[in-house]
């Protein structure tokens, strides 16, 4: 009787145990983490230098019930609920783990942020800081203690470097795919905004681009919003989210006024969106609005499947582009490829005392001969290690040792940051050259960089 007994009650705790795994899985499956899509884009980022991988800041939502809620990180890798993203390439062999904490902003929404990156599988890197990735396709697998949650592949090519025997490498995927409108907190008052990720890609790092916006009512063919005309947007070798605002068509009633969510949603029907670059057609959207709301569609749509569904939140409408891959790409990884062809000017001399120095495989020069050949005034404060250098109305700020810097207030992310060494400040010679609008040209044979401004050129000779 004892014996039975005994099995008794451990069949009770079995099925006890059975009892609250089924209710907490039925729970996590009526209502799964969900990442928000904006910020996975965001977060998810390559050095174009370096060609490593890192995750910056994402949101959460849906999150399990933490162990212990009281922590400021519940969520944590040394002594809290486990939250982690594997790294894996085309084969399935898995490359590393990203491990991170998360805390709670809101009722529902968790702010998650990288604590630290365990390189795995063979010839891994011990202490790596982050994933070092070759041209070829990856996934990122999402995980809590209950199972994966999210899965986002993705790809990375290279092209050639203006400097060189240098590459920079580039994400491909959804980021080229999806853009979404958007009107804060879903009141139709508010402005509307179409958002979108855009990069460059070519041999250099950045370049300006003319973006233009149109959406037309498919039922007539109606003009019905633009971006604002003869504007410029500054481009990097990295996805960066634009919030374009629309506004009315500059010909119509109400010209170059700024559009609410009501202008664009007060009539159902189907809608286009295309976007032109520098004049030439980039990308296609189409959406439709039903109820006086936007529907939701594929990926998006409420049903989607949470592992690979893009969720927006209440307030962000996502798109997927309808010519996805139609579109010539860029160019991809070849020995082939020439960067574009600078014309040096006859009037050319040596900077004096420009000597670079490399740092994460970019050329720096010294603060002072650099800014005196780009004619801009300098200044150095001390107390903050802070650049400020000036001409005419463009306004360039970076600090010793940050990461980023501004132009004209404008953040700017940097490969390499300023650096002090033995007495000399040291600045990145092309983001400073192409914030003053200077062309920066490399001749492997002669090792000399040119920099290039009308009919001027100065050459910095980089030793062996």
């Known amino acids: 009787m004892k014996r039975h007994g005994t099995v008794s009650s451990q ?9 609250v795994l089924l209710a907490a899985t039925s729970a996590y499956a009526a209502d799964p983490p969900r990442l928000l899509f904006s910020r996975l884009l965001a977060g998810v980022q390559l050095n174009a230098t370096a060609g490593t991988l890192s995750i910056d800041t994402l949101m959460c939502y849906n999150l399990p019930q933490p162990t212990d809620p009281n922590k400021y990180y519940p969520y944590n890798a040394d002594d809290g609920d486990k939250l982690w993203a594997i790294l894996s ?18 009722e529902n929404i968790w702010v998650l942020n990288q604590q630290r990156f365990t390189p795995l599988g063979e010839g891994a890197q011990s202490g790596a800081m982050e994933a070092k990735l070759a041209p ?17 592949p993705f790809e990375v090519t290279q092209v050639p470097s203006s400097n060189a025997g240098e590459t920079h490498s580039y994400l491909e995927g959804d980021w080229s795919n999806w853009g979404y409108i958007y009107y804060q907190g879903a009141d139709t008052t508010q402005p509307l905004v179409w958002k979108v990720f855009l990069r460059h890609k070519g041999p250099s790092y950045r370049a300006d681009k003319k973006v233009e916006v149109e959406i037309t009512r498919d039922a007539d063919g109606k003009l019905i919003a633009t971006y604002r005309p003869d504007v410029t947007r ?24 700024y559009m609410t969510g009501g202008d664009l949603v007060g009539r159902d029907g189907g809608y286009t969106l295309k976007m032109k670059m520098d004049g030439q057609h980039y990308a296609t959207w189409r ?6 709301k936007i529907v939701l569609a594929g990926r998006a749509a409420p049903e989607a499947d949470p592992l690979t569904c893009v969720f927006g939140g209440p307030d962000a409408w996502w798109c997927e582009r309808a010519d996805a891959g139609t579109t010539p790409p860029p160019p991809t990884t070849t020995t082939t490829t020439q960067p574009e062809e600078i014309q040096i000017p006859f009037n050319r001399g040596m900077i004096p005392d420009a000597t670079p120095i490399t740092v994460n495989g970019q050329s720096l020069v010294p603060l002072r001969p650099i800014f005196q ?21 463009r306004v360039v700020t970076l600090k010793v040792g940050g990461m980023s810097a501004t132009i004209d207030g404008n953040p700017v992310q940097l490969e390499a940051p300023a650096t002090a060494k033995e007495g000399t400040t040291y600045v990145p010679l ?16 002669k090792r000399l960089i040119y920099l290039i401004k009308g009919d001027r050129a100065g050459m910095i000779h980089v030793p062996k």
């Not at 050949?373 to 290690?385: G, I, N, R, S, Y």
Request: aromatic residues 12%; proline residues 1%.
């Open 430 to 445: 092309r983001f400073v050259a192409e914030a003053f609008d200077v062309a920066v040209k490399w001749d492997a044979e």
């Open 234 to 257: 500054s481009l990097e070798a990295r996805w960066i989210r634009h919030d374009l605002d629309l506004i009315h068509p500059m010909q119509g009633t109400g010209g170059g006024a």
């Open 287 to 292: 959406f439709t609005v039903q109820g006086g």
């Open 11 to 19: 069949v009770c705790a079995v099925m006890g145990l059975i009892a």
């Open 136 to 152: 070829g396709k990856y996934v990122l697998d999402f995980h809590v203690a209950a199972g994966r949650f999210y899965s986002f």
């Open 373 to 393: 050949w780009l004619e801009a005034d300098v200044k150095f404060d001390a107390a903050t290690q802070t650049i400020t250098a000036t001409k005419g109305t």
């Open 89 to 106: 390439d085309a084969s399935g062999a898995e490359l590393g783990r990203f491990d991170f904490t998360a805390n709670k902003q809101d």
